[in-house]
């Protein structure tokens, strides 16, 4: 099982970035996916979640109307396009595969930095 998150890096606040978590090895289309983040001496904060038919989404307050999350089950991805951000969400993102009474998957992180 592989989940490799990308398209982290350093943007000035009011920007935008386009992270993607690819996956392999699991019946991705049929896990609900998220997206949750952590900064150092906190615990990780879920962001936001996709069901397997991208038919519910929810976000985190913090997020909602700023952050998009999306799937493409042909290609087994999920991503999260962050736009107005803001200093408070310098984190690493990482990206979640979930399915009740099945194992939890999680990425290695991608590390999102926004400073002027």
């Known amino acids: 099982v592989q989940l490799v998150e990308s398209g982290g890096g350093l943007v000035q606040p009011g920007g935008s970035l386009r992270l993607s978590c690819a996956t392999s090895?699991?019946?991705?289309?049929?896990?609900?996916m998220s997206w949750y983040r952590q900064t150092p001496g906190k615990g990780r904060e879920w962001v936001a979640s996709i069901s397997s038919s991208s038919g519910r989404i929810n976000y985190g307050d913090s997020v909602k109307g700023r952050f998009t999350i999306s799937r493409d089950n042909a290609k087994n991805t999920i991503y999260l396009q962050m736009n107005s951000l803001k200093p408070e969400d310098t984190a690493v993102y990482y990206c979640?595969?979930?399915?009740?009474?099945?194992?939890?998957?999680w990425g290695q992180g991608t590390q999102v930095t926004v400073s002027s």
């Open positions: 090895g699991f019946s991705f289309s049929i896990y609900l």
């Open positions: 979640n595969a979930f399915r009740t009474g099945a194992l939890n998957y």
